[in-house]
């Protein structure tokens, strides 16, 4: 063993018993005589590298702060921090945690036709789906559905099912949501 890391490890035990014996030193005893109340002093120490530990703060998932996402990329129990966009310009959207107070909550992303994209047929997936997802009809819910389609604008028959229903519900009053619709 080389001198010098012979020499190190004998300061780092010694620095190591200075440590243990410290908090026997850290008090200011009162006999009594002066009528001030005994005080108890905490030792100022620093540790050495070996004995230092690293502790990890968790943080709540209601403290994330809002990501940014493609409305195309929702997927299904993600939450939205404003109202699904109804400007075409509008690409992005907020995504929150669903325990917190959101707008909207993704229940489905159904594969459909392009030339079936229309009103009727996304409802009636969107219905469906509503009901698989939430144990509960849309009828006499406290939501409302609503739904983005994304048309990949593919019209070839080598994708039959190009575009894509993403469906979300809303509270029917208009009051944010706080917690996940999903059963």
């Known amino acids: 063993m080389p001198i010098e890391y012979r020499k190190r490890l ?3 035990t010694a620095l190591l018993a200075a440590l243990a014996l410290l908090p026997a030193c850290g008090t200011d005893a009162d006999d009594g005589s002066s009528g001030k109340t005994p005080t108890r002093r905490t030792p100022t120490t620093t540790t050495p590298m ?6 990890a703060v968790a943080t709540s998932p209601t403290a994330q702060a809002p990501r940014t996402e493609k409305w195309i990329d929702l997927e299904v129990g993600e939450c939205l921090a404003d109202p699904p966009p109804t400007d075409p310009s509008v690409v992005t959207v907020a995504i929150v945690d669903c325990a917190t107070p959101h707008a909207a909550e993704v229940y489905l992303r159904a594969a459909t036709a392009v ?5 009727d047929v ?3 997936k969107c219905e469906v789906g509503f009901s698989q997802y939430t144990g509960r009809p849309v009828d006499g ?11 990949h604008q593919n019209r070839t028959s080598s994708n039959p099912d190009p575009s894509t229903v993403i469906c979300l519900l809303q509270a029917a009053n208009g ?5 996940s619709a999903r059963r």
């Open 175 to 179: 009051q944010p949501l706080t917690e």
């Open 122 to 124: 996304a409802d009636r």
């Open 10 to 12: 004998r300061g780092l």
């Open 115 to 119: 030339n079936t994209a229309i009103a």
């Open 50 to 55: 070996a004995a230092s530990t690293t502790t």
């Open 141 to 151: 819910s406290p939501f409302t559905v609503t739904y983005l389609i994304d048309s």
